[in-house]
């Protein structure tokens, strides 16, 4: 406008006083003096006075209903914390930056010294800084005056980030670094005394940004290290600030913060200068090892594999890298290296002079399993705590690690030679003393027992002889590494499920996880996480529950995931939940990528050379397809599932033990009623084999599998013609699924009678029982099956007779359905 020429007024504002707003709140709220006197404050000091930003404050309190009018009082009424906490505009922030300039340089110099520590800081923090810069408290209070800084409690914030990064990013660059480094030294200084000396108190917490520090030398590690290596000249000195990183990390860590843990080690590292590790092998070693253990917590595989190469490239017993190497083999699984994963194994084991041959085979596993046996026989479960406490570290230690990290995992190439291993490691670790690894060791054995040999007493003695080292060790059964984390999901999900309640089980694995979680063992609390969901899908909890929380569980395994496998299997639960349930959910978008079906993820499998999750992914479909009725698509799930769980691809000894279970429940269903359908004397072999094998565990646990054993006696009667016997055994196992609380199988074992009674012309039986299948997959939680009953003809006008509840004796007693 001036450039044209036009003719224009210039009008100068001056700040409103506080008197100013006092009479303006006045006349708009009606309201008198001593009334609005505190809330004129709060304005002047949000706005500095200027006019028209008073004017948009107090829209702003009346927009977001911090100033209403209250009909109970008839005035205008208003909550004074929360406009003091309205956040400050922009523009006034600028506005109010604009007027620094006014404050003095001890001011001036206070405000940028706080800018420092981020947004937010606090009293404690301030009182230990007074002997750094005088006239702190009393800049303070000039700079809640004027609006600068905002204080609640003991914690101070600027009232705008803007004003903040303005202070902060007005200083030069080497001004900001040398300030920083001041604060970091002098806050370091204090941090090696006593507390309680600096401030009268033993125990506070310091703010700095959002965090909250109860220990001055991390403080003093952030300062320093946002100076930069680069402002640092004594050597000496960074040394120093090596070791305060160092001391940093490990409290993070120690707090399961292992993300800043990492930040404080690799900053430490950053200190360290040239020939480091000649001048201080010892801090070099530790941060370097530290280090690599939160990388790999926080899933940077590059960075393990980086810094790990440092470490390796040291002069020193090799022994003394294995825990290294460790963490290295696991970082390769986790990016499914596999080929490179093997390799180095066996070169670790090679140097270490463990002659395992990869070829071995079963005659020489065999071999193996009877002389740890008769080594093993005996000791007692005492014994093996006396053993427990032999057990001195050291380096000797390191070489047990390592077979039994690589010997966990390598049965995806030679089941024989992780056999092998794990006989050696036993061995060891009788003749050396049993440290908490071992337990790792008995765990994996005690499950080869069972699942090699059915042999499910020596199963449950090693369970014992592994839950003796853990509780020894730790002092409950909690596991504090990586080893007895892999011990406690071998016993509760895999030996366990054999002789307990699945449901059960099911918290003792969420807990795992969640204490996993603690340690940074992100792989291990997805696996338990993985193991207990599907337990209580499996194992009769309502599926309503378990539907309304599966896609933040799906959620939060895809957030942590370090390995895709368990999420994916984890989406398959899902998806079989929506056939029960008819609850319909994308799940495929939680995982992402280019899947969007089930046969998408078979491809992938198949490509990728997962066998894991190719069974799994059969057996969930073997499930789907018999709860549609489609026993065709079943059966040859069925066969695809059985075929690779005794392929040597994935005939490891930690195949999900319920999908075992499950396969040969669901594959005898759909092969004797195929057989009755379609007939084939090989179908009804097949079905007979899966019965004597549910057989078997029904002679193991009575109380686990009591019920499905007779459903499938059943079916085998009612396909060879002998139908009183058959009617018999549903009864049987109507009653035993009542009587032990599987409301799931108790729908199931209704719906298979009325379909026998069915079959054999008793109309009437049959609406009875599918009427009572109805009501308890309802109850259940599968309302898709339940409706399927509907859509197939049954009337469910009429009213049921007296209700069965789970647990309890019906009225027709232990004769009658």
């Given at each position: 406008?001036?450039?044209?020429?036009?003719?224009?007024?210039?009008?100068?504002?001056?700040?409103?006083?506080?008197?100013?707003?006092?009479?303006?709140?006045?006349?708009?709220?009606?309201?008198?003096?001593?009334?609005?006197?505190?809330?004129?404050?709060?304005?002047?000091?949000?706005?500095?006075?200027?006019?028209?930003?008073?004017?948009?404050?107090?829209?702003?309190?009346?927009?977001?209903?911090?100033?209403?009018?209250?009909?109970?009082?008839?005035?205008?009424?208003?909550?004074?914390?929360?406009?003091?906490?309205?956040?400050?505009?922009?523009?006034?922030?600028?506005?109010?930056?604009?007027?620094?300039?006014?404050?003095?340089?001890?001011?001036?110099?206070?405000?940028?010294?706080?800018?420092?520590?981020?947004?937010?800081?606090?009293?404690?923090?301030?009182?230990?800084?007074?002997?750094?810069q005088t006239g702190i408290m009393p800049s303070l209070r000039e700079f809640i005056r004027r609006g600068i800084i905002d204080q609640a409690g003991p914690i101070l914030m600027f009232t705008h980030d803007l004003i903040q990064q303005a202070v902060y990013e007005g200083m030069d660059l080497d001004a900001r670094q040398s300030l920083h480094l001041r604060l970091g030294i002098y806050l370091g200084d204090m941090g090696m005394k006593d507390i309680s000396t600096v401030t009268g108190r033993s125990k506070q917490a310091f703010f700095a940004g959002n965090l909250a520090i109860v220990d001055l030398v991390t403080l003093a590690c952030d300062q320093i290290n946002r100076a930069g290596v680069d402002a640092v000249d004594d050597q000496s000195q960074k040394l120093i600030f090596s070791k305060w990183n160092l001391s940093s990390g490990k409290k993070m860590a120690n707090e399961s913060n292992f993300p800043a843990a990492l930040y404080y080690f690799e900053n430490g590292i950053s200190f360290l200068g040239e020939n480091s590790w000649q001048k201080d092998h010892k801090l070099c070693s530790s941060l370097y090892h530290d280090a690599v253990s939160a990388a790999f917590r926080v899933g940077q595989f590059d960075t393990v594999s980086e810094l790990a190469t440092e470490i390796l490239e040291q002069e020193q017993p090799y022994e003394d890298t294995i825990e290294i190497q460790g963490f290295v083999l696991r970082s390769l699984l986790s990016e499914y290296k596999f080929e490179e994963w093997w390799s180095k194994g066996l070169h670790i084991l090679g140097r270490l002079k463990i002659g395992i041959d990869t070829s071995a085979t079963d005659e020489m596993v065999r071999c193996r399993m009877a002389h740890t046996d008769f080594a093993a026989s005996r000791y007692t479960v005492d014994d093996i705590v006396s053993l427990c406490n032999k057990a001195n570290g050291g380096a000797s230690y390191n070489v047990l690690k390592i077979m039994i990290i690589f010997g966990f995992d390598s049965p995806i190439y030679s089941p024989n030679m992780s056999a092998v291993l794990n006989c050696v490691s036993i061995i060891y670790s009788l003749g050396h003393g049993v440290p908490l690894m071992s337990s790792a060791s008995f765990a994996t054995y005690g499950l080869w027992k069972i699942k090699e040999n059915s042999d499910y007493d020596a199963g449950k003695r090693w369970a014992d002889f592994s839950r003796a080292v853990i509780k020894h060790h730790v002092g409950t059964e909690k596991g504090i590494s990586y080893e007895s984390f892999l011990a406690l999901i071998t016993l509760?999900?895999?030996?366990?499920?054999?002789?307990?309640?699945?449901?059960?089980?099911?918290?003792?694995?969420?807990?795992?996880?969640?204490?996993?979680?603690?340690?940074?063992?992100?792989?291990?609390?997805?696996?338990?996480?993985?193991?207990?969901?599907?337990?209580?899908?499996?194992?009769?909890?309502?599926?309503?529950?378990?539907?309304?929380?599966?896609?933040?569980?799906?959620?939060?395994?895809?957030?942590?995931?370090?390995?895709?496998?368990?999420?994916k299997m984890t989406a398959m639960d899902c998806i079989l939940l929506m056939e029960l349930t008819g609850k319909s959910q994308n799940y495929f978008s939680v995982i992402g990528g280019s899947i969007t079906s089930v046969d998408d993820w078979v491809a992938e499998a198949k490509l990728i050379g997962d066998s894991f999750l190719l069974t799994y992914i059969h057996e969930v479909n073997l499930m789907r397809s018999y709860w549609k009725g489609d026993y065709v698509a079943a059966e040859e799930h069925f066969h695809n599932a059985s075929l690779l769980l005794v392929s040597h691809t994935i005939a490891f000894v930690h195949t999900i033990s319920h999908t075992i279970v499950l396969v040969v429940f669901f594959g005898c269903l759909v092969s004797f009623q195929l057989y009755r359908e379609l007939g084939g004397d090989d179908r009804l072999k097949e079905g007979t084999k899966m019965l004597e094998r549910m057989e078997r565990w029904y002679h193991v646990s009575p109380h686990l599998f009591e019920n499905k054993w007779h459903l499938l006696k059943a079916e085998h009667l009612a396909s060879i013609g002998k139908d009183c016997d058959a009617e018999a055994s549903y009864i049987q196992a109507i009653n035993a699924s009542r009587d032990h609380g599987y409301i799931h199988d108790l729908g199931l074992a209704y719906e298979l009678l009325g379909r026998f009674y069915s079959a054999n012309g008793s109309n009437a039986h049959c609406t009875h029982c599918l009427k009572k299948a109805h009501l308890f997959y309802t109850q259940w939680g599968a309302t898709a099956v339940a409706e399927r009953l509907v859509e197939q003809g049954l009337d469910l006008k009429s009213t049921l007779g007296a209700d069965l509840h789970i647990g309890n004796k019906s009225k027709r007693g232990r004769d009658g359905p």
């Open positions: 406008i001036l450039s044209q020429g036009l003719n224009t007024t210039e009008i100068c504002l001056s700040s409103l006083s506080k008197t100013d707003i006092v009479d303006m709140l006045m006349t708009e709220l009606k309201l008198p003096r001593r009334m609005v006197d505190e809330l004129a404050d709060i304005v002047r000091k949000k706005t500095s006075g200027h006019a028209l930003y008073v004017v948009e404050l107090l829209n702003s309190l009346l927009n977001e209903s911090i100033l209403t009018y209250s009909t109970q009082k008839c005035q205008y009424d208003w909550d004074l914390n929360r406009a003091d906490f309205i956040r400050t505009g922009d523009k006034v922030a600028e506005f109010i930056y604009s007027n620094l300039s006014s404050l003095t340089q001890e001011s001036q110099f206070v405000l940028q010294m706080l800018s420092c520590f981020g947004v937010q800081t606090n009293v404690s923090l301030l009182e230990v800084l007074e002997n750094f509760n999900a895999h030996i366990d499920i054999w002789f307990s309640p699945w449901r059960e089980i099911v918290p003792k694995l969420m807990d795992i996880s969640n204490e996993a979680l603690k340690f940074g063992e992100i792989d291990v609390a997805i696996w338990s996480r993985s193991e207990g969901w599907q337990l209580g899908l499996h194992g009769g909890e309502n599926l309503s529950l378990i539907s309304d929380s599966s896609l933040a569980h799906l959620k939060w395994m895809q957030k942590y995931k370090t390995r895709d496998t368990f999420p």
